[in-house]
């Protein structure tokens, strides 16, 4: 099972990548779970200092931006 993080205060984007990171997932047909993380205090444990950051199995894949749905399957398939 893939474990996809969504480091974010809960804003627009943040939004927009928990979104895309499903689809992409979805699509994929790679079973997941999604975690929201909004505590500040942990993108400090990743090293996130712009957010949105995507997060798949403990590793920070993109920061500042939300992905395409393509480029988010990429990052997961890999």
């Not at 979805?26 to 995507?54: C, S």
């Given at each position: 099972m ?11 984007k ?39 950051a ?25």
């Amino acid at each position: 099972m893939t474990k996809l993080q969504i480091l974010g205060t809960g804003c627009a984007k943040c939004n927009a990548l928990a979104e895309v990171a499903k689809q992409a997932a979805e699509a994929l047909g790679q079973p997941y779970e999604i975690e929201k993380v909004t505590d500040m205090m942990r993108f400090a444990d990743f090293g996130v200092i712009i957010t949105p950051a995507l997060v798949i199995n403990g590793v920070v894949k993109s920061t500042g931006k939300v992905p395409t749905l393509d480029e988010t399957k990429k990052l997961i398939a890999s």
